[in-house]
Structures are given as C-alpha cells and as structure tokens.
C-alpha cells in the first residue's frame, strides 16, 4: 500500500497494469475528503482521456506504480475532469465500479458432494448506474438597451384671421368700428397697416425612463433520460464430451 510521503512523489509516474503493461501516466493525487489521505490517482490513458484508479489497491515499484486492473478497465472509468474536486457521489460511482471490475473469475474449482454430485458456482458481472452532477452550460444574463421609432399623433392649436365684412347702414354703425385713417377724399387709401400677431403650438418631445416590467429568473431541474450501453461479463458452464446437461439449481 502506498502512504502519504510515496504518493506526494507518485506525479509524472508509469502506471502498469496486472499484466505489467503500461496504462498511463500520474497527473495528480487526489486526497479522500473524509480521511484527508491520499485516496486516487488521475491517469492519463490516451489523448485528452483521464481516469481515477483507486490508490489503496496500487503499490509502488521502481518501474511505476502498479495497480491490479487491466488498460481497458482503467479507461472504462467513471468520467472525471482532470483539476476537478472529487465528489462523494463520483467516489462512490468509482469505488462500485473498480469493486465489480476486480470481482474474481470463477477458475473453474468445483465442489464434489458427498454423494458424489459436482457443484459449480456461476458469477456474472451486474451493471450498476449512477448519475453525479456535472457543469454543462454557463448562461450570462445582462440587460441591454435597444432604440426604437415610436409615433405618436399630437394635436396641435394655432390661430387663424377670421374677417367678417358687415355694411355700414346707419351712422351708430360707424361708432362701433375702428378707422385707421380718418374719413376724407384726401386719405382715401392711406391707412396704416394693422400688424396683429399669431400664435400656434409647438411640439415638445422628450423622454423618461420608467419601470414597465418586473422579470423573475430561476433555475428548474427537469429530467430527461438516456440509454447507457456497458460490457458486462457472465461465466458460462461448459460441458466437454457426452453426457446430461447440467441441472441449474435455484
């Protein structure tokens, strides 16, 4: 078993397999949250591929580090991003998964009874999934301003002249008006001109912000599923020669 002062010098390390081949290269050694000792290894066993192996199942050589699974079983590991802390749901994944991948093969030792009766026992291996969360989208969420055209229909005043001609029929009728000359053959159009001024409204424009609308986020879980397809190993009894074929009990 490997200890605290070996595993700090386990980085840049040749990880071999039960058969003595090579798997990988140490990137990091990650410490078990719970003890605070060095729990896992991340190896490197192709490009852009990393695993976790168990480090309390790894021993410590002058050619690498050893660790009794072959190189497709520490590459059919339970993903992990490299740099990542390792989650409890993630170590428990790995730790049933390593457990069933070293799960003994049956070498074919039987057990004779008694009466002479030869029994095998039979072990296959069972799929087992679990789901750990994962990062998988960062969303940013920014407010913007946008320009658009707006119009709007205003109505507007303004004055106008109005002249309304009346005949002058008797001589109070004279009295009521104003003459901008006085009568006489002499002044007769010489008046002075009468200057009145108009008004009208302009448009003023102008704007203003105000609150129109209040928006809530939050963040839901839905749930969708997906098909997982793994290898799962079965022994299978065979029988060589003539003869009955074998009784499954249970």
Do not use: C
């Amino acid at each position: 078993m490997i200890d605290a002062e070996q595993a700090a010098g386990l980085t840049g390390s040749t990880v071999l397999g039960a058969d003595d081949a090579p798997i990988g290269t140490v990137t990091e050694v990650i410490v078990d949250q719970n003890s605070g000792m060095p729990g896992w290894i991340t190896v490197t066993t192709g490009p852009g591929r990393n695993a976790l192996v168990p480090l309390h199942s790894a021993t410590s050589t002058g050619a690498g580090v050893v660790v009794p699974f072959a190189h497709a079983v520490v590459a059919g590991a339970p993903a992990h991003r490299a740099g990542q802390p390792l989650t409890p749901g993630e170590a428990a994944a790995l730790e049933q998964y390593y457990a069933t991948a070293s799960l003994p093969v049956n070498t074919g030792a039987a057990a004779v009874q008694p009466d002479g009766e030869i029994v095998l026992i039979r072990s296959e291996e069972q799929l087992h999934v679990d789901t750990v969360p994962a990062v998988y989208k960062r969303v940013r969420i920014q407010k913007v301003v946008v320009t658009e055209m707006q119009t709007i229909t205003v109505p507007v005043r303004r004055e106008e002249l109005r002249i309304t001609e009346e005949e002058i029929t008797t001589e109070e009728n004279v009295g009521q008006g104003a003459d901008l000359a006085p009568v006489g053959s002499e002044n007769l159009g010489a008046e002075t001109p009468l200057v009145i001024v108009l008004h009208q409204e302009k448009v003023s424009v102008d704007t203003t912000v105000v609150p129109v609308e209040m928006v809530r986020i939050r963040v839901d879980t839905v749930q969708s599923t997906q098909q997982v397809n793994a290898a799962v190993r079965q022994e299978r009894i065979e029988q060589d020669g003539a003869g009955t074929n074998p009784e499954r009990l249970g």
